[in-house]
């Protein structure tokens, strides 16, 4: 459902990479959001949400270490938004979360938060990095 399109690329292998395995989580966030089989979502939830955070976390590090590596004059944008991103992954509460009856509420939110960032960002600020 949701992959690296070729608008998406960079021309930066790391980052690309990296780009395309933020997306692979947008999916498995679809698809926990529509399996049927899984009706108590919550460690599915608590899972995703703590892959995500770590592997977000980590390639906003290498991209920043790459824009600093070429002098990048917008880093410091990139280092507000990423940290907007953070910030708002990191605001999701599990006990909350954990109390709900309909968890596919809070997928419905990450699923949109994560596919509207991720494709905004990429498009509008990632893309001009490699130019």
Known sequence: MYEMKKEYFTGIELIDEEHGKLFEY???IYE????EFVH????????LLEKLTDYARQHFADEEAYMES???KRIFTQKVQHQA?????ESYDLDEI???EDKEEVLKKMLSFVTDWLVDHILNVDTQIGK
């Not at 991103?85 to 992954?89: A, K, L, Y």
């Open 70 to 72: 070429i002098q990048y």
């Open 98 to 100: 954990d109390q709900m």
């Open 32 to 35: 926990l959001l529509h399996d």
């Open 26 to 28: 947008a999916n498995e």
């Open 40 to 47: 108590d979502k919550y460690d599915n939830i608590k899972d």
């Open 85 to 89: 991103f953070m910030d708002e992954i």
